[in-house]
């Protein structure tokens, strides 16, 4: 009887520790991906469109009070910001 005991005990130690991995495992997406989602979210949101549109006003204030470098300034705005909220849009074509 003892010995019918022992078995069983380590058989449900068997089964459970077989079980446990795949509870554990059982997660919607991994850390990493949420927490790159979630930049991609923050660098193309409405916070970085509100702080592009007044990147390009500061811009072309100094193109309109006539600054020497305002041009070149103007111009590596408006293609930062380009280059910034469009990758998401770039990467989505690409792959």
Do not use: C, H, Y
């Not at 089964?15 to 991609?40: F, I």
């Not at 111009?75 to 990758?87: D, E, S, T």
């Amino acid at each position: 009887m003892r010995t019918l005991l022992t078995t069983m005990r380590g058989a449900a130690w068997a089964v459970l520790l077989m079980l446990t991995p795949g509870a554990l495992m059982a997660q919607g997406t991994s850390p990493w991906v949420d927490a790159v989602n979630e930049l991609q979210t923050q660098f193309t949101g409405p916070i970085a469109r509100g702080l592009s549109l007044i990147a390009i006003v500061v811009g072309g204030l100094m193109f309109a009070f006539g600054e020497g470098g305002s041009k070149r300034t103007l111009a590596g705005i408006i293609f930062g910001i380009g280059m910034a909220v469009g990758a998401v849009n770039f990467l989505g074509w690409l792959f």
